[in-house]
């Protein structure tokens, strides 16, 4: 029991997620007396993550598409017997003084864990690398895992509607042959289950909320809230006047938490998160401290800005780009222009059709600072 390392461990509510809206969350950067965390003697290992920009794009090129969410990813990807001691926690059932403290290990994967997310990678490319040589609806299955998997979600398109169906159904057969499943296979046209959607209409894909039905994508936007989670649950939202909230906590350590929690890798709403990155640099250039107040003359931009953040969640594109099918040609259109503060591209996608039809759609834009 003396060799290895103990890792704290709480509980973390979550009202909106469907599968574990309570969860026991495993704290393997805390310190031991030494000084050191199980963290930081782990090496992270090469970066195999699939660049996420180039998944989204790929999951708007078609006009038939699934999503998959592999259920409890971590946990099917077992440790080697020799590493369990660096994975035990003390439980005890009752939590009272009488009770008596056990001493317990996990034997697999945990989220939190330095190298736990390139080793589930691993874990699925072994299951690739095994499963693309069988033939059939199983190395297609295994060609999609490998091509269109970040961590636990796969996400990919197709040009028709049986190609689709068919990998579904291969990703499936090769994740069984690990011991994997998914929780549910989302597919376009057709609405979510309950399993992955909380309104039956949109589920999550990687930031993004999906309207399956409609092929439509928008922002996932939170509601608006500058105070910290108590316990591991969410503080309430903000309802009233926003600058009125503001004004009693307006520092750089919560303009910057309300700019991350806008995530658009695609860029769909780079003309607010634009102007989002403009006036944060304002704020940086005043070299302040995280929680110094900032000045009040900026107090109405920022109510502004969090008034636009929460609108966000109304844009909407289409999910497919306007793929129709093998005989369509496409034109990449790149618009540049830049400022002395800031610089923006956007790159649309003209499709001539089969039958002559044009159709062009924002498929991504990016924004940079200047200075």
Not at 25 to 49: H, I, M, Q, W, Y
Not at 124 to 139: H, M, R, S, T
Request: proline share 5%; glycine share 8%.
């Amino acid at each position: 029991l003396s060799k290895g390392y103990y890792i704290p461990w709480r509980h973390v509510f979550n009202p909106g997620s469907l599968s574990t809206p309570c969860r026991r969350v495993f704290d393997a950067s805390s310190r031991t007396p030494g000084g050191e965390s199980l963290n930081d003697v782990l090496a992270k290992g090469s970066n195999v993550l699939a660049k996420l920009f180039n998944l989204l794009v790929k999951f708007r090129c078609g006009p038939a598409c699934f999503t998959a969410d592999i259920s409890m990813a971590y946990n099917q990807v077992r440790i080697t017997p020799q590493e369990y001691c660096y994975q035990k926690y003390l439980w005890c059932e009752d939590l009272t003084d009488e009770e008596k403290i056990v001493v317990m290990c996990v034997v697999t994967l945990i989220y939190g864990v330095r190298p736990a997310g390139n080793l589930t990678i691993a874990g699925i490319q072994a299951i690739v690398d095994y499963a693309k040589d069988l033939g059939g609806k199983v190395a297609l299955g295994a060609e999609t895992l490998g091509d269109s998997t970040y961590v636990d979600d796969i996400f990919s398109a197709f040009l028709t509607e049986k190609l689709r169906d068919d990998a579904a159904e291969g990703v499936v057969e090769a994740l069984a042959i690990g011991g994997m499943s998914v929780k549910e296979i989302t597919k376009s046209g057709s609405p979510p289950t309950d399993k992955v959607s909380t309104d039956g209409e949109h589920v999550g894909v990687v930031g993004y909320r999906w309207a399956t039905e409609k092929d439509l994508l928008k922002l996932d936007i939170k509601p608006i809230t500058f105070k910290k989670a108590k316990r591991g649950l969410p503080s309430a939202p903000i309802e009233g006047d926003l600058v009125e909230a503001l004004s009693g906590c307006f520092t750089k350590r919560v303009i910057a938490g309300q700019n991350a929690s806008v995530f658009d890798p695609l860029g769909i709403c780079t003309p607010v998160t634009a102007k989002l990155k403009l006036d944060m640099a304002t704020i940086c250039r005043l070299q302040t401290d995280w929680d110094d107040k900032l000045p009040s003359e900026l107090l109405p931009v920022w109510g502004e800005n969090l008034a636009a953040i929460r609108l966000l969640s109304q844009v909407q594109v289409p999910r497919n780009i306007g793929l129709r099918g093998a005989g369509d040609k496409v034109d990449l259109i790149v618009c540049c222009d830049a400022s002395q503060q800031i610089s923006i591209a956007a790159v649309y996608c003209r499709i001539v059709h089969g039958n002559g039809d044009v159709t062009c759609q924002l498929m991504a834009a990016k924004s940079q600072l200047a200075t």
